[in-house]
């Protein structure tokens, strides 16, 4: 490993590149890898052992492009096996769980935190036990919000069914009067706008994107691999595992840069 090498990211699609945007605002010297398994999106309904597999695939494959860093850009795969991960290569393999959670914690003044995520993130409880274990005196709030990460991908989020969408999932963690809300998808920065608009000014919205970034900031500078010589142009590479068109447009907005993806049939 070598300070050229890129920093490696996965996500079921286009959400861990809120998590890229972040990189690229943080650590602008970065090169970074990016793997969207849009072909088997949404990771959230599956089972985590199934999750896990598909990670370490993923992973798997990422260490062939000479990454120094892995980020797990993506709560579902995260909660679904971390230590798994970091366990199996000699690299560093980071998630987005506990970033987010640092954040929340922090910003509290009410005690009470509200987590919104995939089904298997929330069933995994990965939050609330890591909320707990930071500050045991505050009350989390959890629900699963399913269709998010579909409207993300299917460009849907400035319709009225969107905001409808918010309003069915967010009014129990509106009324139970939460004052911090952890995205707890990487999805759903991209939709950020609407949930902010059913959770009203007072409630601030984590995103663990920027807490992330920051940790992989920490890490690469630790090991003493962070890239210091600025290179106009950077090679990013983006795969996909389905057809590349949704997750270019998307891309291409979101990162305000000309990206190709290219696809990759995993076994
Ligand atoms: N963006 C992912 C997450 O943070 C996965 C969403 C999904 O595929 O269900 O959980």
Same mark, same amino acid.
């Not at 945007?21 to 985590?48: C, K, N, S, W």
């Not at 366990?87 to 980071?94: C, N, S, T």
């Not at 995103?207 to 210091?228: F, G, N, V, Y």
């Given at each position: 490993? $070598?300070?050229?090498?890129?920093?490696?990211l =996965?996500d079921?699609?286009?959400g861990g590149?809120t998590v890229?945007?972040?990189?690229?605002?943080?650590?602008?010297?970065?090169?970074?890898?990016?793997?969207?398994?849009?072909?088997?999106?949404?990771?959230?309904?599956?089972?985590?052992?199934?999750?896990?597999?598909?990670?370490?695939?993923?992973?798997?494959?990422?260490?062939?492009?000479?990454?120094?860093?892995?980020i797990v850009a993506c709560n579902s795969a995260t909660a679904?096996?971390l230590?798994?991960?970091?366990?199996?290569?000699?690299?560093?393999?980071i998630g987005v769980i506990e970033p987010g959670v640092?954040?929340?914690?922090?910003?509290?003044?009410?005690?009470?935190?509200?987590?919104?995520?995939?089904?298997?993130t929330?069933?995994? $409880?990965?939050?609330?036990?890591?909320?707990?274990?930071?500050?045991?005196?505050?009350?989390?709030?959890?629900?699963?919000?399913?269709?998010?990460?579909?409207?993300?991908? $299917?460009?849907?989020?400035?319709?009225?069914?969107? =905001?409808?969408?918010?309003?069915?999932?967010?009014?129990?963690?509106?009324?139970?009067?939460?004052?911090?809300?952890i995205l707890g998808c990487t999805?759903?920065?991209?939709?950020?706008?609407?949930?902010?608009?059913?959770?009203?000014?007072?409630?601030?919205?984590?995103s663990s994107a920027?807490e992330t970034a920051?940790e992989?900031?920490?890490?690469?500078?630790?090991?003493?691999?962070?890239?210091?010589?600025?290179?106009?142009?950077?090679?990013?590479?983006?795969?996909?595992?389905?057809?590349?068109?949704?997750?270019?447009?998307?891309?291409?907005?979101?990162?305000?840069?000309?990206?190709?993806?290219?696809?990759?049939?995993?076994?």
């Amino acid at each position: 490993m $070598n300070r050229d090498h890129a920093i490696g990211l =996965l996500d079921s699609g286009v959400g861990g590149l809120t998590v890229v945007r972040e990189i690229f605002t943080q650590l602008p010297a970065e090169r970074i890898v990016y793997f969207g398994d849009t072909a088997r999106m949404p990771y959230g309904p599956r089972p985590h052992s199934e999750v896990r597999d598909f990670a370490r695939q993923i992973i798997r494959f990422l260490t062939t492009q000479d990454v120094k860093l892995v980020i797990v850009a993506c709560n579902s795969a995260t909660a679904a096996g971390l230590p798994y991960y970091q366990g199996e290569y000699d690299l560093p393999v980071i998630g987005v769980i506990e970033p987010g959670v640092r954040a929340a914690v922090r910003h509290t003044k009410t005690k009470r935190i509200g987590v919104i995520g995939t089904q298997g993130t929330i069933a995994s $409880n990965a939050y609330e036990q890591l909320i707990k274990h930071y500050a045991p005196e505050v009350e989390v709030f959890s629900q699963a919000c399913p269709l998010f990460v579909l409207l993300v991908e $299917n460009e849907l989020v400035d319709t009225p069914e969107a =905001l409808c969408v918010a309003e069915t999932y967010l009014r129990p963690l509106k009324d139970a009067g939460v004052d911090t809300l952890i995205l707890g998808c990487t999805h759903y920065p991209l939709m950020s706008h609407v949930i902010a608009r059913v959770m009203g000014p007072e409630v601030k919205l984590i995103s663990s994107a920027e807490e992330t970034a920051r940790e992989a900031h920490c890490i690469l500078q630790k090991m003493d691999l962070q890239q210091t010589k600025t290179t106009t142009g950077l090679r990013h590479r983006f795969f996909v595992s389905g057809p590349p068109a949704g997750f270019v447009r998307i891309g291409r907005k979101l990162l305000e840069l000309e990206i190709e993806a290219y696809q990759v049939l995993l076994p």
